[in-house]
């Protein structure tokens, strides 16, 4: 979603402020633009579409000088992409870049048009940077305090004050920001990967905190003006985990990070070759008394969440919900102080994760975040977090947040089945030895990526596709699918196998290609009934299965084959193809791969 970066030091403020934002474009945007204050002056300039439309717009005007400024990358949400509802927003004395949602912008905008403002933009941005200038009579702090205390909703704010050189105030709400530390320089950005290049050091900023950039020196404040010392954090992601390293797209090269990202979650938790978790808080005793345990979750790792039910509903023989975050808060879910509450996101922003986690945590239940990106909204807020170590993942298509989410389900299942008394010490073990063998499979798995990009080929052209599958077949199917409609745009559903029949069926025709993900043995002959019944139907189709296992002409058009190891597990390694085709798919569309449209790596609105 929308993203914040701001700089005041010695180098040129717009080459800062431009390749930064190009570190947040991984986010999603659809407009871009900057401010710059120099010699008592905002020079401003905005562009809708990619980043390149505004530096050419900024050369064009000659370039803007000077030392201190502020930029945004735009994910509309209040009027549409458009030069003029790009931020920053303001006018000669104050200017503004927001992330997050107004949601009293339209009484705020009639009671302002009644002092005789007027709006020249659709966005509910535009009505803070009015309000700013409206209680501002020569002192930020007094008109940053008093706009903070109208406005309602979620906010992260870089703002320029005209009469203040060299200094960048901010202020947040429910949206992140860091402020950064460099060498007698200082930074806003509204994620790490937009500093890195600079600075590694930075400040997480608090809700209702005000933070002052001023000559490159931080200092922050509560609303009631007291000083604040905050820890000072050290990003332990470098540039070059956020840069392409050689391959044509991030997805890419996050699709071969995987091995390392599995290994480098899961080392710290197997101790003496068992599943270790404790590190979180949540001890063998605890984890074996919750009475019910829910997941929930947006997209992809809503999907984790699937196969996390799967596989702790068959070792541990503990029923698991798993709810999409955005219908959970409204259900009004049945929470008890005795029930887990597991949270997974890769941001730890989602803004229906989010909430519902304080919901959850409102009605007594415990909490657990299976996130990423460190010191986030969720992992801060949840009672016991368990990170995942897959580094920056910046493609907009999550692939390796995904693996070491599901990884970190199998550590769960794995100890809470032993502390069930469902499986023996030894069994534990070897599941726990399975779980580590898996990096050196996905790397085979890649070896022969050009299957999956014969496959690609053959899908290019298709308007439609189903994906199917059985038990944890069908969890990956659900992956499978939407890897391949978000970044492919090619239509896409995926189906319990054996549902088909119950309606869906009618849809296929030799136009549809089918692609089966066929690993669970104990389902594999239901599951090539129904292949043939697709193929009848004159279905291409595809198979993913062992590779060991032949799979007649008549049954699959084409096969990729995957190495075996415990059925349990198959999920992480089918799951390698399935990304893969869609990659190839998007790439062989001509699409932009990591920042497909519409859509935005972080979606901190509801
Ligand atoms: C799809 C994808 C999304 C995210 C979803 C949740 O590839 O990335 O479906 O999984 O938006 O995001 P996080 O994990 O950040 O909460």
């Given at each position: 979603m929308c993203g914040i970066v701001g700089y005041v030091g010695a180098r040129d403020c717009t080459q800062v402020l431009l390749d930064s934002l190009a570190k947040l474009e991984y986010r999603g945007y659809d407009s871009a633009g900057i401010a710059v204050l120099d010699n008592d002056v905002i020079t401003t300039c905005k562009a809708q579409g990619r980043l390149a439309n505004l530096e050419e717009r900024i050369r064009q005007q000659g370039g803007i000088k000077g030392h201190c400024g502020i930029g945004h990358t735009r994910w509309a949400?209040?009027?549409?992409?458009s030069d003029i509802n790009?931020?920053?927003?303001?006018n000669a004395v104050v200017s503004i870049v927001h992330n997050g949602i107004i949601e009293n912008y339209k009484t705020l905008k009639e009671r302002l048009e009644k002092k005789g403002y007027t709006f020249?933009?659709?966005?509910?941005?535009e009505i803070v940077a009015k309000l700013l200038d409206y209680y501002y009579n020569g002192d930020p702090i007094e008109a940053i305090r008093k706009t903070e205390a109208r406005i309602e909703g979620s906010y992260a704010l870089g703002i320029l004050f005209?009469?203040?050189?060299n200094t960048i105030y901010s202020i947040r709400k429910d949206s992140p920001l860091i402020v950064a530390k460099g060498d007698g320089e200082a930074f806003i950005a509204s994620d790490v990967p937009a500093i890195l290049k600079y600075t590694k050091e930075y400040y997480l900023l608090e809700s209702g905190e005000i933070a002052i950039l001023h000559e490159g020196v931080a200092s922050f404040m509560t609303l009631d003006g007291d000083p604040i010392e905050k820890e000072l954090l050290v990003a332990n992601w470098d540039m070059e985990a956020a840069?392409?390293?050689?391959?044509?797209h991030f997805m890419l090269k996050e699709i071969h990070e995987q091995p390392t990202a599995i290994k480098t979650t899961i080392a710290p938790r197997i101790v003496d070759g068992m599943p270790d978790?404790?590190?979180?808080?949540?001890t063998l005793q605890m984890l074996k008394n919750f009475n019910n345990i829910f997941v929930v979750a947006c997209g992809t790792a809503m999907h984790a969440g699937i196969v996390g039910k799967y596989v702790i509903e068959k070792l541990a023989r503990v029923s698991v919900t798993v709810d999409v975050a955005s219908e959970f808060r409204y259900r009004n879910p049945i929470l008890s102080p005795d029930d887990l509450v597991i949270l997974v996101s890769q941001?730890?922003?989602t803004a229906d994760t989010k909430e519902a986690l304080r919901l959850s945590k409102d009605r007594g239940a415990k909490t657990l975040a299976i996130v990423n990106?460190?010191?986030s909204s969720i992992a801060r807020e949840a009672d016991y977090v368990l990170y995942?170590?897959?580094?920056?993942?910046?493609?907009?298509?999550?692939?390796k947040a995904y693996m070491v989410q599901i990884a970190v389900f199998y550590l769960i299942a794995f100890e809470l089945a032993y502390a069930k008394g469902q499986i023996d010490e030894d069994e534990c073990r070897r599941l726990t030895k399975e779980l580590s063998s898996v990096p050196k499979f996905i790397d085979v798995i890649l070896a022969q990526k050009d299957n999956c990009q014969y496959v690609a080929s053959k899908l290019v052209n298709a308007e439609n596709l189903l994906y199917i599958g059985r038990g944890l077949d069908y969890a990956l199917s659900m992956e499978g699918s939407l890897k391949l409609k978000e970044i492919s745009y090619i239509h896409s559903e995926s189906y319990a196998a054996g549902e088909?029949?119950?309606?869906?069926?009618?849809?296929?025709?030799?136009?549809m290609p089918v692609i089966a993900v066929v690993t669970q043995r104990d389902l594999f002959d239901k599951t090539i009934s129904n292949v043939k019944e697709v193929k009848a139907r004159k279905a291409q189709t595809f198979i993913v299965t062992h590779q060991y296992i032949n799979i007649d002409d008549d049954v699959a058009d084409y096969k990729i084959g995957i190495p075996t190891i415990d059925d349990m597990l198959m999920p992480m390694l089918a799951v390698v193809p399935l990304q893969l085709i869609a990659y190839y798919t998007s790439v062989l569309r001509g699409n932009d791969v990591d920042k497909p449209r519409n859509l935005a790596k972080s979606v901190t609105v509801e």
């Open positions: 949400t209040h009027g549409e992409p790009s931020h920053p927003h303001g020249i933009s659709q966005t509910d941005t005209r009469d203040f050189p840069e392409k390293g050689g391959y044509e978790i404790e590190e979180c808080g949540v941001s730890g922003e990106v460190k010191g995942t170590h897959a580094g920056p993942e910046i493609s907009v298509a999550s692939t088909l029949k119950h309606g869906t069926i009618s849809l296929v025709t030799d136009q």
